[in-house]
């Protein structure tokens, strides 16, 4: 063909013509390349293609592996540097030129710029690429969806579901088929029995239906007959069908269900709480007034003796122990009862009875029950319980009278056991609630008069009989209030221990009566009455010796007087501060010896300077012998141990002559002295500590007629 014939063929078929010499060096390129070159024919002759090929550009090998073969080549393509710096894709073709005797001259082809066709074939390349990972991103999320997926057209087939739809309906795997009807789908898990009992085709359906037409998102829950929830939730989609997603959530319902379980119940013992109990109580106060008859009564129980066994033994036993009481009080009730704790070592009954007597009975029952002995981990403990009866009429239920107020008239009723001394019940009456009104007035008044320093101090002597002497006196606490006068310690004692008072109220006692003995001879010494609460508090014996600190007294003419219950209690902390004080020299003395079951037992665990026999003993010394060799062992048992006794309580001469010939070293009583004002120690200590001793201490002591008025007080 003619060159100039191959040129123009160029022109149609391809963008250009080419031709290369031996060295691959440009012989020829047709004069139309120049506008896709970027460079003219002329520039680029004598110079290599690999000269304006971009650089590193690999293929561009098959081209040269072509050359060096001396083969034909085809739409080989190839990265052209254009001078304006973005590149060309050229495509090329070329086959080799040798002379009429053989010799190769080079190779002779055409070209064209396929960049366009490059680029957009590269975009379809990576909107596949794109299109395949999305298909693989939804795959796997579609598989790994922690909820089944169904996805329905707008004919109800079904066109997409994923793994864990066919685990949760416990499909097998050639179950689904694309193309398959919905109804069809909820066939087959009707036959298979997956739902509970009871469902059926139309019933499921519906609730899809129901579901699609509501607004917003709502959920169906399908009960499988497995015992597990699914809430099957369907969103419709633009231009037909739905997706419906399932999600088991058995685990949920269980855990919100055990949320509303631990709200209404005890952690411990699993008893309903408080606030369960008020429910309950409601429900059956309502359904008293309904018309079914007979009485409610409301049981409010606390245990005795708790605490010294929670700490002693530590709160694993005591919460074993709280356990145990639970498991008794639901056995020994009926299945209709109910039995809540309060919290601590409160309970609540609530019980259907017929009258009172049947409340008492069950109130009876219950004290006996829970009294028994416990075995807990290899140790064996006894408790008791006291209890406190409400009861509601359905024939004529108060006005107002609701649980809240039962629960409160029982809790009156329980504040009357216990003070009797607990393990018995008590039935509500009216005059309680005037009782417990007339309580917390004296409350108020007993903060006001800690507040007002409206206490003071009396002292009562303690004598010793060898000589007659007054060696030292009891503090005793007594409260002159502005209206009703002095007020008994047997009122308010007890209530400044209910209420926490006695801790500050003893404070106060401890450093007067150090200010007060501070003053008087250096032989006399004081003792003070320690409540089991001061001595339970941490800071207790920083008190005693800032109390002494403050005072200038010694440590050595202070006597700590404290009950057995402080050993009952037996803490870590009470016996260490017992141990502490006693180093430093304050004397440990045990008041009311012999009225507890355990009281010499005591004398072994703790080295006590001095034991004070109680009254009781003294009362009838005189006229019975077994009172009088009461005290002579215990004397004896004094003596022996080196323990300085002490008897309470002596207001006769005939007591004081048995207390002497059963051997006892010091005495307390009013036939020496009633407790005095601190104003009238002095006069008193000077007389008591004369020659001629004791004797003119009494008889100053104890005007005519004195005696008899204060042992009939």
Partial sequence: MPLNDLEEFARIAFDWLWETDAEDRFRYISPGAEALLGRTAESMIGVE???????????????????????????????????????????????????????????????CDVSEQHRTRRELIEAHARLSEQNRLFDAALENMSQGLCLFDAEQRLLVWNQRYREMFRLPEAALRIGM?????????????????????????EGTRTSLLAEGSKSVLRELADGRVIAANHRPMAGGGWVATFEDITERRRNEARIVHMARHDGLTDLPNRTCLRELGSDLIEALRTGEGGRLAVLGLDLDRFKPINDSFGHAVGDALLRAVAERLRAHVRGRDVVARLGGDEFAVLSRIEDA????????????????????????????????????????????????????????????AKAEGGGTFRLFEPQMDETMRERLVLERELREALSQGRFELHYQPL?????????????????????????????????????????????????????????????????????????????????????????????????????????????????????????????????????????????????????????????????????????????????????????????????????????????????????????????????????????????QANPAGELARTAAA
């Fill in 49 to 111: 293609r690999v000269a304006f090929a971009v650089a590193d550009e690999t293929s561009l090998a098959h081209y040269r592996e072509a050359i060096a073969a001396r083969r034909p080549f085809r739409e080989l393509t190839y990265i052209y540097g254009h001078p304006d710096g973005a590149p060309r894709w050229f495509e090329i073709s070329g086959r080799p030129h040798f002379s009429p005797d053989g010799g190769f001259l080079g190779y002779r082809g055409v070209g």
């Fill in 181 to 205: 009807s919905q109804r069809a789908v909820i066939e087959m898990l009707v036959a298979l029995k997956r739902y509970k009992a009871g469902a059926t085709v139309d019933s499921v359906s």
């Fill in 357 to 416: 007597a049947g409340a008492a009975v069950l109130a009876e029952r219950l004290i006996g029950v829970i009294g028994a002995p416990y075995l807990l981990d290899g140790i064996t403990v006894e408790i008791g319980m006291s209890v406190g009866v409400a009861l509601v009429d359905a024939e004529a239920p108060a006005v107002g009278r609701d649980i809240e107020r039962l629960l409160k008239e029982a809790d009156l009723a329980l504040y009357e």
């Fill in 463 to 699: 004598v010793d009989l060898a000589d007659n002497r007054i060696t030292g006196l009891e503090a005793l606490v007594r409260w002159r209030h502005p209206e009703r006068g002095l007020v008994s310690p047997a009122v308010f004692i007890p209530l400044a221990e209910e209420t926490g008072l006695i801790v500050p109220l003893g404070d106060w006692v401890l450093r007067q009566a150090c200010r007060d003995a501070a003053g008087w001879p250096v032989g006399i010494s004081i003792a003070v009455n320690v409540s089991p609460l001061q001595l339970r508090h941490r800071g207790f014996a920083q008190s005693v010796l800032a109390a002494l600190a403050g005072s200038g007294l010694k440590a050595t003419r202070l006597e700590l007087e404290i009950t057995e219950s402080v050993l009952i209690d037996d803490t870590e902390t009470s016996l260490e501060t017992l141990h502490t004080l006693r180093k430093l020299g304050v004397r440990i003395s045990m008041d009311d010896f012999g009225t507890g079951y355990s009281s010499i037992s005591y004398l072994r665990r703790f080295p006590f300077d001095k034991i004070k026999i109680d009254r009781s003993f003294v009362r009838d010394c005189a006229a019975q012998s077994e009172a009088g060799a009461i005290i002579r062992a215990i004397v004896s048992l004094g003596t022996s141990l080196g323990i300085t006794t002490l008897v309470e309580g002596v207001e006769t001469e005939p007591q004081l002559a048995t207390v002497r010939a059963e051997g006892a070293r010091e005495v307390q009583g009013y036939l020496f002295s009633p407790p005095r004002p601190a104003h009238e120690i002095a006069g008193l200590l000077e007389i008591g500590l004369c020659e001629t001793g004791i004797a003119a201490a009494v008889a």
